[in-house]
């Protein structure tokens, strides 16, 4: 929708639906670009296709592809070849036609940036907007805790083996990520993290390529475990592990910023996400498959939730060699800011649409300060909830099945039937409403058995404790 004097021609700069969708149902139903400092700062267009493929890579392709192996532990062999593949195609489905609704909307002259104006705008609803800026809230904080979290965790670690009897406790460790985080932080835009997420995609594929080697070279050593892959428990009990389990896969394919990702991209963007995500899920194929096969081959259903964990047993020898096992722990390290920094800038763009002044530069002084103060709080925030809440894991579980499954498994949908209106007799209305409604029972299920996990695991919840809990 363009404003009263609006001639006939293109307009120069793309409009978008104002942050009160309550009056985007009235009168001035957008604002211009050009006035937006979260847009024009945090989420400049200047991107190609294949930054946005190394921010998506990012985005899905971290170290809980190391969980896999345990998901399929709740799953066994086949439902769990089953469930990896069906989550992957219905991902990449699933941000492909939001691909296409944020393309639909940019040749209406409405280029959304943010997934909550999308979802506002399309659906037509103000409590949809709100709805998503909570839940993308809750998903982007969770994930920038728990990469603090685990990134001390990995700190822990090496230290530990070097050390042994060292006193330094996880809270420490935590507190070096976070004044990491803080420095790092203040890379001004999205689009300036393209480098880092290059470097993100790498370490991916080298931490998992040395995974994959030491789970090999585990397997087929005189030490092998022994291997069960039969599912454990009662009737009820491995249904709930089985809906756990796919609510993990759910979590790991999840990203819920892909129109801020897009956003990234220079005008026109058409088209060019779906090379971004044919580069993405090339990776995910690579990673998850390889993870997750060669983990549960070795261990079966006595794999641990972290397949390092496993590769360095408590009891007995080392199933892999040091160096292969501390240097995929660098990697993991190193990935993790990244991590960190892709989920935060939501959070930013949110800070500085509020607190940045658009007519001055970037690196002004009026722009700079409250910016370097605004992050570093967002930071301290983070790491000190990392630190009390080292089973955040579980809590990340709760989230990830409320949140992920919403924004990746049925907006996407119901967003482009609201779009294109496909008719009721076609084959993609029934198959986007099947997708909408299996994938509604399965976030409820997995809501339900990611609760029960927490609940089991309460008697070992400790706040600033020096274990995380698994």
């Given at each position: ?5 609006y001639?006939g ?6 409009l ?5 969708p ?7 139903e ?5 006035h ?13 296709w294949?930054h946005?493929?190394f ?15 345990y ?5 066994g ?25 944020l ?6 002259g ?31 904080t ?5 990469a ?58 080298g ?5 994959v080697?030491?789970c ?9 475990p ?6 454990e428990g009662?009737?009820?009990s ?53 993870a997750?096969?060669s ?7 006595k ?13 007995g020898?080392s199933?892999a060699p ?27 763009e ?7 002044d ?5 690196f ?9 103060i605004?992050r ?22 709760v ?10 498994f ?33 976030g ?7 609760i ?14 020096d274990?995380?809990?698994?």
């Amino acid at each position: 929708m363009y404003p009263s004097s609006y001639n006939g021609e293109e307009p120069a700069v793309p409009l978008l639906v104002s942050e009160n969708p309550q009056d985007d149902r009235s009168l001035p139903e957008v604002s211009h670009r050009e006035h937006d400092a979260g847009a024009v700062f945090v989420l400049e267009s200047k991107g190609e296709w294949w930054h946005a493929g190394f921010h998506l890579t990012t985005a899905i392709v971290g170290p809980t592809i190391l969980t896999l192996p345990y998901a399929f532990r709740g799953l066994g062999w086949g439902l769990g070849f089953l469930c990896l593949t069906v989550m992957g195609v219905v991902t990449f489905y699933a941000y492909y036609l939001m691909s296409l609704v944020l393309d639909h909307c940019e040749k209406s002259g409405r280029r959304h940036i943010r997934f909550r104006e999308l979802a506002a705008d399309v659906l037509g609803s103000g409590w949809m907007f709100y709805f998503v800026i909570f839940i993308q809230t809750a998903i982007n904080t969770g994930i920038s805790i728990g990469a603090i979290l685990l990134a001390g965790e990995c700190l822990q670690i090496m230290y530990s083996n070097l050390s042994p009897n060292g006193s330094l406790k996880l809270y420490e460790f935590i507190a070096m990520v976070t004044a990491v985080m803080i420095v790092l932080s203040q890379f001004p835009t999205f689009h300036s993290l393209r480098h880092v997420n290059l470097g993100s995609l790498l370490l991916s594929l080298g931490y998992t390529f040395l995974v994959v080697g030491a789970c090999i070279n585990a397997g087929t050593s005189k030490n092998a475990p022994p291997r069960d892959y039969s599912l454990e428990g009662s009737t009820i009990s491995r249904s709930l592990t089985a809906f756990t389990s796919i609510s993990i896969i759910a979590a790991i394919y999840g990203n819920g910023i892909l129109p801020e990702i897009q956003a990234t991209l220079a005008p026109p963007a058409t088209g060019k996400m779906f090379k971004g995500l044919a580069m993405c899920y090339g990776v995910i194929f690579v990673t998850f498959y390889s993870a997750a096969v060669s983990g549960y081959w070795v261990f079966g259903n006595k794999v641990n939730s972290n397949i390092l964990k496993s590769l360095l047993p408590d009891e007995g020898p080392s199933l892999a060699p040091t160096w292969v096992l501390g240097l995929s722990v660098v990697f993991v390290l190193l990935q993790l800011f990244a991590i960190g920094l892709v989920y935060s800038q939501v959070a930013y763009e949110i800070m500085e649409k509020k607190s940045a002044d658009v007519n001055k530069g970037i690196f002004s002084k009026r722009n700079l300060i409250p910016r370097i103060i605004l992050r570093t709080l967002y930071m301290i925030f983070c790491g000190f909830f990392a630190a009390m809440l080292p089973f955040f894991g579980d809590i990340n579980g709760v989230v990830g099945a409320i949140g992920f499954i919403p924004l990746d498994f049925v907006l996407p949908m119901l967003l482009y039937n609201m779009t294109y209106k496909p008719s009721k007799s076609s084959f993609s209305f029934w198959i986007n409403n099947s997708i909408i409604i299996i994938f509604t029972g399965v976030g409820l299920m997995g809501s339900f058995a990611s609760i029960r996990k927490l609940v089991l695991d309460a008697k070992e919840f400790k706040l600033f404790s020096d274990n995380v809990v698994d």
